[in-house]
């Protein structure tokens, strides 16, 4: 029973031991818990992903728990699925209204969730899949907190989360280790030379917070006027703004998976109809840019896009999964624009869609993804913790 949800996994993961504690459980599912919503502005995003990833997720292999985290960071339990599924997109959701205050445990081996208010059990966790995106749930703070927990959870781990949450980081080590970047620079306050950033980096440029995805905060400035707004705009999100020269060329992006053998999918590419990729564009407005998938490439190019998604991932420390953004320059060179390490999982999200095209549906790869989580889980486990 237990190997079937290995079909079309990685045969490194056919170990017996990965499967251990698994095995020993009294039920016959894996116990898994979908963790959303959180403090983050990208709070709705992760509600819209939450609902695609439960909906997928298949019920005669996993039994599934909700955790929803409210604006306030309160964590809510919630055993009814469809009460997710029925949410309201973009809605102001009241969490408290459809669950109990949990608390997550990790006692004797087992990691539980216990209602807040007198510590009675409401169920038992064998795996997290966080579906969070922005800070406090993909910049490595909630998995320090799951492996504090001692429980394994999808995705990369807290430095990989924690490097590709951070542009100005990231952008650092890419930059470091001989891959394309834009050229950038990087303000730590609300103190700045602006003529110093227009000499290093013209017009236009893309302002952004150093810590948000979605394209929250991110603005597009062509003048002295429109950079002063943009930066007070990015401020507003983070204590650290990164400033970027604009990058002419296709918007293109490749979906990775694995731990050490690492997958890379087909090349899709993004076509904003004006503009650029914002975040109404990601998930408000679904007829302002188009997604083509497989994108037109010749071979050659692909391969080249490939490699350096696979190139990059490794290089930030990334495991279980990530998107590489990336553009292909006028001239053909290659520049990555950023990685994302739990990328969306809506109906219009590209990772899932390019692991489609590239053969993988989009159950079996939330299959795969569990499978990567206990693989690590495992390998942690067996480390040793004294001399």
């Not at 509600?47 to 439960?54: D, K, L």
């Not at 216990?114 to 038992?124: G, H, Q, W, Y």
Request: glycine share 8%; aromatic share 8%; net charge negative.
């Amino acid at each position: 029973m237990y190997w079937n949800l290995l079909e079309g996994g990685s045969p490194d993961f056919l170990a017996i031991g990965i499967f251990k504690s698994i095995l020993d459980l009294d039920m016959g599912k894996i116990r898994i818990a979908v963790l959303f919503g959180g403090r983050s502005a990208e709070h709705e995003v992760s509600i819209q992903s939450a609902q695609n990833v439960v909906a997928a997720l298949d019920k005669s292999k996993f039994d599934v728990s909700l955790i929803g985290i409210d604006r306030n960071g309160t964590w809510y339990y919630n055993s009814e699925c469809e009460k997710l599924l029925n949410l309201p997109a973009y809605k102001k959701t009241d969490l408290s209204q459809i669950g109990d205050s949990t608390l997550l445990i990790h006692n004797s081996g087992r990691s539980s969730l216990v209602r807040t208010e007198d510590l009675s059990p409401l169920a038992d966790i064998d795996v997290v899949f966080p579906v969070l995106h922005g800070p406090f749930g993909e910049d490595g703070t909630v998995q320090g907190l799951l492996k504090l927990a001692g429980v394994p959870f999808v995705g990369c781990s807290v430095l990989g989360s924690a490097i590709g949450m951070d542009k100005d980081v990231m952008k650092r080590l890419l930059r470091d280790a001989g891959i394309s970047v834009a050229d950038f620079t990087t303000l730590r306050s609300r103190k700045y030379d602006t003529k110093a950033i227009v000499s290093k980096l013209g017009f236009p440029v893309y302002v952004k917070p150093a810590n948000m995805g979605s394209s929250v905060g991110v603005s597009r400035a062509s003048n002295e006027s429109e950079l002063k707004v943009a930066i007070d705009e990015a401020f507003n999100y983070d204590r650290k703004v990164i400033i970027e020269k604009e990058v002419r060329g296709r918007e293109l992006e490749v979906s990775v998976l694995g731990n050490r053998d690492i997958e890379v999918s087909r090349v899709g590419e993004i076509k904003p109809k004006s503009g650029f990729y914002s975040y109404e564009s990601k998930y408000l407005e679904s007829e302002s840019a188009s997604l083509e998938i497989p994108a037109n490439l010749d071979s050659e190019t692909e391969t080249r896009v490939q490699s350096i998604a696979q190139e990059a991932y490794k290089i930030l420390e990334c495991e279980g999964m990530a998107r590489v953004d990336l553009f292909l320059r006028e001239d053909g060179r290659v520049c990555v624009n950023e990685i994302n390490t739990i990328p969306g999982f809506t109906k219009i999200s590209m990772y899932p869609k390019l692991w489609e095209v590239t053969g993988i549906s989009y159950s079996n790869l939330l299959d795969r993804l569990v499978s990567l989580a206990l693989e690590r889980h495992e390998e942690e486990k067996a480390l040793k913790v004294s001399r």
